[in-house]
């Protein structure tokens, strides 16, 4: 075995919760992160949305955790890998 087969490449994780699931496979993720202003030092909630491939059904509402991999579609390159919360319904 080489040098190269042997290292193991890292991937992205990341947590966020479900704000659509129309699409079929794929649902929309919103993740926040909190970071503070250079100058002012207030801490600001940043918002992105991503496209990911689920094979089980999730709600709207429900928590996960996301892992990115290679693209699947023009704008889906992450994959849910688990449901850390169900919505509270």
């Known amino acids: 075995m080489s040098?190269?087969?042997s290292k193991?490449?890292?991937k992205r994780t990341l947590v966020g919760r479900v704000?659509?699931?129309?699409?079929?496979?794929?649902?929309t993720v919103l993740v926040e992160r909190k970071v503070q202003h250079s100058m002012y030092g207030k801490y600001i909630?940043?918002?992105?949305?991503y496209?990911?491939?689920a094979d089980s059904p999730l709600n709207e509402g429900d928590t996960v955790e996301?892992?990115?991999?290679?693209?699947i579609s023009k704008?889906?390159?992450w994959r849910v890998t688990r449901l850390v919360q169900a919505a509270v319904l």
């Open 3 to 5: 040098e190269a087969d």
């Open 8 to 10: 193991t490449v890292a």
């Open 45 to 49: 909630v940043k918002s992105t949305k």
């Open 66 to 71: 996301i892992a990115e991999g290679r693209p």
């Open 19 to 27: 704000v659509s699931n129309k699409m079929q496979k794929t649902v």
């Open 51 to 53: 496209h990911a491939h």
């Open 75 to 77: 704008t889906k390159s």
